[in-house]
């Protein structure tokens, strides 16, 4: 039996933790010899990242009016298992509505949405996802949110977790000056930026010469930016931006110290496995999806105690401390395969062949 092509569909395509997953998979789809398309809905803020996809995979980007996009989304995912791929946490009804012939669609969800979330949200989230084939959650935190807040029945929730590749060598090598921390993150307000300025601007109140790299962009930049400003931190923290080539990323987690996140809500967070793959212990605010991606490679503080990170940073600060969570940081990115990854969607996606 000839296996379905698949259709990867987002809302937009910008430089995020969601869009790597989706390049992550649909390159992992294409070499395992599967035809796949990635559909974007929306052409606004559409990023360099998406030249990191398959040359194999086909991309379309919808223009046009609403009416137009939705007709165009049917005619491309017609006879394709279609897997729905949305960051903000919505549930975006007339796309789901669009697609309802479709007896062969999957949702991930990326995060926990309650803050974003209401109980008719979650109710209308219900119906539809359970005329589905099934959710995906990236983590058991998300899980525990498809089942007790969207109220989604055991048997359709899956649980994959997140993946990232091991970094390939890169020539670009990016120095600093001082102990360096590194943020990963979009810019969002759930991310906690200025929480996490704070608890440098601690630091270097003890007399330790520390650095922050942020890279990242988002709505929540210039909020993070003043409170920099009114922390006298202007000489001590670098604003990459919004980077996407993988190299230049690498570069920076490589020939950093320490990976920092004062994060207040996460699914299972991209950047984390990526700083796993480098090796580079951690400290992060202490949430579910945290302790999950990380173990015991971590520090854990609550996010709004600027103390406890100025605290658990200068324990890193050791070189046998920071050495035995490089030791697990290593240990623990071995859990997150691309082939195991990319394996449980195939196994996933053949279900949809086979009767509800």
């Known amino acids: 039996m000839t296996e379905p092509p698949i259709c990867l569909v987002v809302r937009r395509f910008t430089i995020g933790g969601l869009e790597r997953v989706v390049s992550l998979l649909a390159n992992g789809l294409v070499t395992r010899g599967r035809t796949v398309r990635v559909v974007v809905l929306e052409s606004t803020a559409l990023s360099a990242l998406i030249t990191e996809l398959h040359q194999r995979v086909e991309v379309h980007v919808l223009t046009g009016s609403r009416a137009a996009r939705l007709a165009r989304l049917r005619e491309l995912t017609a006879g394709h298992v279609v897997h729905l791929h949305f960051a903000d946490g919505l549930v975006h009804p007339a796309v789901r509505w669009a697609l309802r012939a479709n007896d062969k669609m999957f949702v991930t969800y990326h ?5 974003v979330r209401n109980g008719l949200r979650n109710r209308l989230d219900r119906w539809i996802t359970s005329r589905g084939r099934g959710a995906i959650a990236v983590s058991e935190a998300v899980r525990r949110f498809c089942l007790d807040e969207v109220g989604l029945p055991g048997h359709l929730v899956h649980v994959i977790e997140n993946a990232v590749p091991a970094p390939a060598a890169s020539p670009v090598r990016i120095a600093g000056t001082g102990f360096t921390l590194i943020a990963l993150a979009t810019v969002n307000p759930h991310k906690n930026y200025p929480g996490l300025l704070r608890g440098v601007a601690l630091l270097r109140d003890r007399g330790h010469d520390v650095r922050l790299r942020i890279v990242g962009d988002g709505p929540a930049l210039a909020e993070a930016f003043t409170e920099a400003g009114r922390l006298n931190l202007a000489e001590c923290v670098d604003w990459y931006g919004a980077l996407w080539q993988s ?40 949430i579910p999806p945290h302790r999950e991606a990380a173990g015991g490679a971590a520090r854990y503080f609550d996010p709004d105690d600027p103390e406890g990170f100025a605290d658990q940073v200068e324990q890193m600060r050791t070189d046998s401390v920071r050495r035995e969570h490089a030791e697990q940081a290593g240990k623990q990115a071995q859990r997150f395969s691309v082939d195991e990854f990319v394996t449980r969607h195939l196994d996933l996606y053949t279900t949809a062949s086979g009767p509800r």
């Open 247 to 286: 190299s230049i990323v690498n570069a920076l987690l490589a020939s950093s110290d320490v990976f920092v996140s004062a994060s207040r809500n996460e699914g299972l967070p991209m950047s984390v496995l990526e700083g796993l793959q480098h090796g580079l212990p951690m400290v992060l605010s202490d």
């Open 111 to 115: 995060s926990d949405y309650t803050p």
